[in-house]
């Protein structure tokens, strides 16, 4: 068995977000399965003794952890911050969950551009760190391993040695979803009903599961809510909370503006409830099992797609019929397995229909519980977590990276060079298709290095495509 260094890049505490909680997680199962796991994070946890060894992660702590194990498990920023984990001779897994390029689009979308390029181009730079860095990688859903499978092939990760070593890549790249526990969500006591005052029993609660970030969508939602409370005034959505565990993350304008729309619509603490702090997560349970659905909108945007909510796997521990929008791998199993309902974005009527089926129809509801309960039960921890219990049993080494170290990054724009880099792919277009393109390809070669020099790979691109057309096999 292993040493296991897991580095969390967000606060592991009784109130904790989906980093935090992947990285608890994490732990718990590898330690189960018998590798000796330290978990670190940022701040000092006030959880109590766990199975595992549970730190804060200094830059001292983790120069001499890092000697110390023989896998360490990164996420976001730790390899910038800490670049004594990649040289202290244990390969690293980066999980990449969280495709926090596009998220950060879109929470600084309202900024000012100067500000937005500068934070892009900083972002950029932590995910590339990772990226050429990693001997493994992790992701949440088959959509974003196609994702980080382009961005490796972009840095020239995915290359012959790689390649050599396994043709599927998932010696490079595989998928561990965020899971859910094992065993059923038991209430130790009362969450939001004869709690907050205006949710008592006998109300319809529809539970927002989580904070209110900026690519989400909840005005949406307000409005359906607002609509649907005429014809059934003890409808309530709640949302968990406003408010991030990690005092670093800063406010979000999102909430600001849900908020302000509650209260312009008359809906704040009537129909519409925010619960100031961040729920602890041993007793989420306690809200989740009082819910009646599970909420989630969001806007159709590049993070959607490639999104994986954390907090839709809460509803589905709780075997909470879910309402959501439509256009991200959850969103799809909600409707393949018929979960709930899910809408289309920022259609409000849609929504409203949808919160008015979920408030009227208890027979529906129930039978989408049942589905959910059915389909949760592939998605624990324990089964999710297999690819990396694989790695931690018999860690390797990326090819690439055993060889010689991962190769510089694939040659962009005019960074390929002065006419050599054009006239190779053109001459290896020809072999690929044929020793009598030899000549043809060579000379292509010429043209398009004489291109390159004179339009850049404008030029280029125009001269293989021309050859191509001429040579390509029929089908």
């Known amino acids: 068995m292993s040493r296991v260094l897991i580095v969390a890049n967000d606060v592991v505490s009784r109130r904790m977000a989906g980093p935090g909680i992947r990285c608890f997680e994490f732990a718990r199962q590898l330690t189960a399965a018998g590798h000796a796991v330290t978990l670190t994070s940022p701040r000092p946890s006030d959880l109590p003794p766990q199975a595992f060894q549970l730190t804060v992660g200094t830059a001292s702590a983790l120069r001499r952890l890092a000697r110390a194990h023989d896998v360490v498990v990164v996420q976001g920023t730790a390899l910038e911050r800490y670049p004594s984990l990649r040289e202290g001779g244990a390969p690293v897994v980066v999980d990449l969950y969280d495709p926090f390029p596009l998220a950060l689009l879109e929470q600084f979308s309202a900024e000012a551009m100067p500000h937005r390029l500068l934070t892009h181009q900083g972002v950029l730079g932590t995910a590339n760190a990772q990226l050429r860095h990693g001997d493994f990688f992790l992701c949440a859903s088959e959509q974003q391993r196609d994702f980080w499978l382009g961005a490796l092939t972009a840095l020239n990760r995915v290359n012959p040695h790689t390649h050599g070593a396994d043709r599927t890549m998932r010696r490079l790249i595989d998928v561990v979803p965020f899971g859910l526990p094992d065993t059923p969500p038991a209430p130790d006591g009362p969450g939001a009903r004869g709690v907050i005052p205006g949710i008592e029993a006998g109300d319809t609660l529809l539970l927002w599961g989580g904070g209110i970030y900026n690519w989400f969508d909840p005005l949406t939602l307000v409005q359906a809510v607002g609509q649907v409370s005429r014809s059934h005034p003890r409808l309530r959505l709640l949302f968990l909370s406003t408010s991030h565990p990690n005092p670093d993350v800063p406010a979000m304008w999102m909430e600001q503006r849900t908020r302000a729309l509650a209260d312009e619509l008359g809906l704040t603490g009537r129909h519409v409830f925010f619960h100031e ?70 259609d409000v009527a849609a929504t409203a229909a ?122």
């Open 277 to 346: 702090a961040w729920v602890p997560y041993e007793e989420r349970a306690r809200w989740l099992c009082e819910a009646d659905a599970g909420v989630s909108t969001h806007f159709d945007h590049v993070e959607t797609r490639f999104s994986f909510r954390t907090r839709i796997l809460d509803y589905l521990w709780a075997g909470l019929p879910i309402l959501c929008t439509q256009g991200d791998v959850l969103a799809d199993a909600v409707e393949r397995h018929q979960l709930g309902l899910t809408v289309p974005p920022e």
């Open 354 to 475: 949808a919160v008015e089926r979920m408030a009227a129809n208890a027979v529906d509801r129930r039978a989408w519980s049942e589905g959910v309960r059915a389909y949760s039960r592939q998605l624990t921890w324990s089964a999710a977590i297999r690819p990396l219990l694989a790695y931690c049993e018999r860690p390797w080494a990326a090819a690439d990276r055993a060889a010689a170290g991962p190769g510089p990054a694939v040659p962009l724009g005019s960074a390929a060079g002065p006419g050599r880099q054009p006239g190779l792919l053109a001459r290896e277009l020809g072999r690929s298709w044929g020793g009598q393109a030899w000549g043809e390809g060579r000379r292509l070669g010429s043209r398009a290095a004489a291109a390159w020099r004179a339009d850049g790979a404008a030029g280029v691109a125009l001269g293989l495509r021309k050859w191509v057309r001429r040579h390509r096999p029929a089908n």
